[in-house]
């Protein structure tokens, strides 16, 4: 005879630990999705999207006059823009990936902040998806080209942005050699004026020293005349001691 209380028990078992692997994975589930909904955004919130959706489901007022609808031209420059931003998100993701997995792999960077990518990664891609169907949707085979229009928008938006960079620093580097013109011409000008005062002081110095040279000639060019004299006295007193002897 089959013994069903030896059997039961083993299924028993069997039961309580699947129901309570069952519970736990659930309640896992649902504190790990609440935990990253509640993190912080890695991007700040799409304005050109929701400015797409406002103008796609505007809806009529609800005066007696009739509603214009939105013209598609006016849509398309909309998903347009909308598409240009997440090329910037692209880039962005792409560029910071590489350097937070280095950083996590290092265990500089917390479970949270990888987390917070992954989601913005994936909404990015759902983004993407988005907006090649509303491009189909607005013209046929449109999706196929949207991006590559929003790149090049993207890249002229750069190389303006790069060249008002260039004349801002263009303008302060002219007021900058302007100031430094205007000291280097001060300088030069005190150098100057150094210099010719320097020049004139050995002149003056010059004129003295010819002054004191015909001074000196002239003392001698009177000293033989002197000494002349003096002679001529000395044969006199000569004479007249002879003539009494």
Same mark, same amino acid.
């Given at each position: ?53 406002? +103008? ?7 005066? =007696? #006059? ?5 013209? *598609?031209? %006016?849509?398309? @420059? ?20 590489q350097a937070l997995n280095v950083l996590l792999q290092r265990g500089s960077v917390g479970d949270? +902040? ?7 990664? =994936? #909404? ?5 998806? *988005?907006? %090649?169907?509303? @491009? ?43 100031? =430094? ?35 000196a000639v002239l003392v001698e060019a009177g000293g033989p005349a002197a000494t002349g004299s003096?002679?001529?006295?000395g044969k006199g007193g000569g004479k007249k001691r002879k003539g009494k002897k």
């Amino acid at each position: 005879m089959v013994d069903w209380i030896s059997l039961a028990v083993p299924f028993a078992y069997l039961g309580i630990l699947v129901g309570s692997l069952a519970t736990f994975s659930s309640l896992y589930r649902k504190r790990k999705s609440a935990k990253s909904s509640s993190l912080e955004p890695w991007f700040p919130p799409h304005l050109q999207r929701n400015i797409y959706l406002s +103008l796609l489901h505007l809806e009529p007022s609800g005066s =007696k #006059e009739k509603s214009v609808a939105v013209p *598609d031209s %006016v849509l398309k @420059a909309a998903l347009l823009r909308r598409a240009a931003e997440d090329i910037n998100r692209i880039i962005a993701i792409r560029s910071a990936k590489q350097a937070l997995n280095v950083l996590l792999q290092r265990g500089s960077v917390g479970d949270d +902040l990888w987390q917070r990518f992954l989601r913005a990664e =994936k #909404e990015v891609e759902d983004e993407l998806k *988005d907006v %090649v169907q509303e @491009a189909n949707a607005l013209a046929q085979n449109w999706g196929q080209t949207i991006f590559q229009s929003a790149s090049e928008m993207v890249n002229n938006t750069s190389v303006r942005q790069k060249v008002a960079e260039v004349q801002a620093q263009a303008k302060a580097d002219r007021e900058w050699w302007d100031r =430094k013109r205007a000291s280097i011409q001060n300088d030069f000008m005190k150098e100057l004026d150094a210099g010719a005062s320097a020049s004139s002081r050995p002149n003056t110095s010059v004129g003295e020293k010819l002054g004191s040279d015909e001074d000196a000639v002239l003392v001698e060019a009177g000293g033989p005349a002197a000494t002349g004299s003096a002679t001529g006295g000395g044969k006199g007193g000569g004479k007249k001691r002879k003539g009494k002897k």
